[in-house]
């Protein structure tokens, strides 16, 4: 496989934060520092996604503090996605940073394409989901596993513009739905 499409639902839903991941550096509002990937040319490709399902705040962020999104793909609803066209080499290398992992090594997708679900570790954006093809391509995405036991915890504010910044730069979204989008997440997050 050369190339796949990453569906990102939270941060990474705005453009130059995304990128981060492939050219390295520190996005606006964040505490970390990202390496890059060894391709770091910007994805050839990106579009507008809906998946079915939900998101919702849990856990602790390292890098924005307060709650990260998580995707719950057996909820019902409706998430807005960004999907993203990356070599398999460039997803890997964002995947391993999102598992808090060097980049540089090919991860192997065939669990997740042949199931549709795959958990790579116990951590929490460890779980990749086929989410759907585009293009004949795979659409992938990550998030917790199913048993994470991550409290529920309200995003911080700087990751919350971001990902409402996001929502409108892809999906030309009015405040007013963003603002209800986001308070259905923060809604089912308890917070």
Do not use: K
Not at 18 to 35: D, E, I, Q, W
Not at 82 to 101: G, H, P, T, V
């Amino acid at each position: 496989m050369t190339d796949l499409w990453y569906a990102a639902y939270g941060s990474n839903l705005a453009r130059d934060r995304f990128t981060t991941y492939l050219s390295g550096g520190r996005p606006v509002g964040a505490a970390r520092h990202y390496p890059g990937a060894r391709d770091p040319r910007p994805p050839s490709d990106d579009r507008p996604l809906l998946l079915p399902g939900r998101i919702y705040f849990a856990g602790r962020s390292l890098t924005w503090g307060g709650g990260m999104a998580f995707y719950d793909p057996d909820a019902p609803g409706t998430v807005y996605a960004r999907a993203y066209r990356l070599s398999a080499a460039q997803f890997s290398d964002l995947a391993a940073q999102e598992m808090r992992r060097d980049p540089g090594t090919d991860l192997d997708l065939a669990p997740v394409l042949a199931g549709r679900r795959h958990s790579y570790g116990p951590g929490r954006y460890e779980t990749l989901h086929l989410v759907g093809q585009l293009e004949q391509h795979p659409v992938l995405t990550f998030t917790a596993p199913v048993d994470h036991g991550l409290a529920p915890n309200p995003p911080a504010p700087g990751y919350l513009a971001t990902i409402a910044r996001g929502l409108r730069e892809c999906h030309r979204l009015s405040d007013d739905t963003v603002v209800a989008y986001l308070d259905a997440a923060r809604a089912v997050s308890g917070s």
